[in-house]
């Protein structure tokens, strides 16, 4: 499928381009933000569009203010992270339409960046208000959408706005869905991939779509309890797992669909149970016929699951991951997950694996295993991605298709 990317735009000397960034970082309780990984993934696109004679104007939404402005949400603390990244002056200010903005813009210096208030003080944002993308779009020229994590929703800045102007992806949007569309769409196989998550209500369409799409599928976490039981082992109970009892016929019919599909679903060999749920707890590894009835749970899966992993992974050309495989939060539980990721690392370095990983808690396990820069790609979106594994069409992305 091909899509407008800033090629389609041309040469923008005197021109104003609006970019629709993900500016939506961490931040502590005074203001600083936490992690800039958004920010960076920004710079490129900022750079090439001053570099074809744009002046930028970048717009993003910030934390969930539900419509109403406050310091807390305000992007202003955003602005001296985003001038360092990019090296530039950047001007903020305090609205995201009206004559103010349209002042702001008409003042701007040629090496000067503006970025605008949060979008999210409107409500007209989420809603997909036409007449508020009207209004945010006025001073521009161009629009650039370069925001895949808020690509799921049908927002005025995702899609509305997108249709009032000349518009495209951004490099890192443009870099999103090429990777995805590797990984899932139309992949080298085979295809394996890691699935983790504590519900398997919570992954019902993301395990349905994708036992039809893949050919080794690896569910991992606490939802990998639930297909534990429904393939009969009875040690896994309420008290010692995250078994969802009232998932087990759910199960049951994904996996007939896998089997159906050819799909191989790869389940845990054996646990590591810990008689606490907190860092360096005793723990001791077991194989399946032996989990304790009670007093340890679940916590990881243990080495020959790893090992049996590992081998499956051998076998394939693109790996698609979302999900931890035990409690990586904790020491020493985060082994099964550093492991397999570090093997998934090293074929990658070695030209045999493409490895696409995305998700909140995916991003944050495979930085902890000291692997978040060796996978072919990393995504920073949560929901969009999800989405995506799902097989939905994202309005976001949809809107820029040629």
């Given amino acids: 499928m091909e899509y407008k990317t800033l090629k389609d735009l041309g040469d923008l000397h005197g021109k104003v381009a609006m970019l629709r960034a993900d500016l939506n970082v961490p ?49 202003s603390h955003v602005a001296p992270e985003l001038e360092k990244a990019l090296g530039h002056k950047v001007v903020f200010v305090d609205d995201c339409i009206g004559p103010k903005v349209e002042a702001a813009v008409k003042a701007m210096k ?24 009207k209004e945010l779009v006025k001073p521009a020229d161009v629009y650039v959408s370069d925001a895949f994590s808020t690509a799921h929703r049908a927002h005025a800045s995702m899609v509305a706005a997108v249709k009032e102007r000349p518009a495209a992806f951004g490099l890192l949007m443009e870099e999103e869905v090429n990777a995805l569309s590797q ?23 993301l395990l349905n779509n994708l036992v039809k799409k893949v050919n080794k599928l690896v569910i991992s976490g606490g939802m990998a309890h639930t297909f534990m039981k429904a393939s009969g082992i009875d040690t896994v109970n309420e008290v010692n797992s995250l078994v969802q009892m009232d998932m087990l016929e759910t199960a049951k019919e994904i996996m007939k669909t896998a089997k159906d599909n050819n799909c191989e679903i790869i389940l845990p060999k054996d646990v590591v149970v810990a008689k606490e749920f907190k860092a360096g707890a005793e723990h001791k590894t077991v194989d399946l016929e032996h989990i304790p009835a009670d007093g340890w749970i679940l916590m990881d899966v243990g080495a020959k699951t790893i090992a049996s992993i590992n081998q ?91």
């Avoid at 090496?111 to 508020?132: A, T, W």
């Fill in 27 to 75: 931040m502590d309780e005074n203001f600083h933000v936490t992690n800039t990984a958004r920010i960076v993934r920004t710079v490129p696109t900022i750079k090439e569009l001053m570099k074809k004679g744009a002046k930028v104007v970048v717009i993003s939404h910030f934390g969930r203010p539900e419509g109403k402005g406050d310091m807390k949400n305000s992007l």
């Fill in 110 to 133: 040629d090496d000067e960046v503006l970025l605008l208030e949060n979008l999210r003080f409107y409500n007209e944002e989420k809603k997909g208000d036409e007449n508020f993308a």
């Fill in 183 to 205: 990984g899932l769409n139309d992949p080298k196989r085979p295809l394996m991939a890691v699935v983790g998550g504590s519900k398997v209500s919570t992954k019902l369409d």
């Fill in 312 to 402: 499956k992974l051998d076998e394939c050309k693109t790996l698609v991951w979302n999900g931890p495989l035990g409690v990586f939060e904790l020491k020493p539980f985060d082994t099964a997950t550093n492991e397999v990721a570090a093997h998934a690392a090293k074929l990658t370095s070695e030209g045999k694996l493409m490895s696409v990983a995305g998700g909140g808690d995916t991003v944050s396990a495979l930085a902890n295993a000291g692997v978040e820069n060796k996978f072919s790609y990393i995504s920073t979106a949560g929901g969009a991605f999800l989405e995506w594994m799902e097989g939905k069409e994202l309005p976001g992305v949809v809107v820029l298709k040629k």
